[in-house]
């Protein structure tokens, strides 16, 4: 069983940055695979971002690229998405997700067993 807590949300203006945290608990993530996915109100769930645990392989959402950067903390299972120059348009609910494999970056919701909560980001014109 993998658990994870998102924190980091808020209501923030345009132009403006919040970092997220997703803390992992319950199992060694060294082969792990951490996704960050975003859903606006009335929306589908998309991907925004991915980091394979042991190297810290990444990509992103071509949305998100050159704002957005996600990273890892191994010492405090943590991911982190780092979220620069927002946009009213990156308003959803951010959900950090994990899936159980060696390498590889997945980009579908349905590649990923473990969700957090999720929380909300509000960005403001």
């Known amino acids: 069983q993998v658990d994870l807590v998102e924190s980091g949300g808020g209501l923030v203006q345009a132009g403006g940055s919040l970092r997220l945290s997703c803390a992992a608990s319950g199992r060694t993530f060294s082969r792990h695979i951490m996704g960050w996915f975003r859903q606006p109100r009335g929306k589908e769930r998309d991907f925004v971002a991915v980091i394979t645990w042991s190297v810290g392989s990444t990509d992103y959402a071509d949305s998100v690229k050159g704002r957005f950067t996600i990273s890892r903390d191994n010492a405090k299972n943590t991911v982190y998405l780092q979220m620069n120059s927002l946009k009213p348009e990156d308003t959803a609910v951010y959900y950090c997700?994990?899936?159980?494999?060696?390498?590889?970056?997945?980009?579908?919701?349905?590649?990923?067993?473990?969700w957090g909560q999720g929380t909300q980001v509000t960005v403001s014109s």
């Open positions: 997700a994990a899936r159980i494999s060696y390498s590889g970056l997945y980009y579908s919701e349905a590649d990923y067993a473990y």
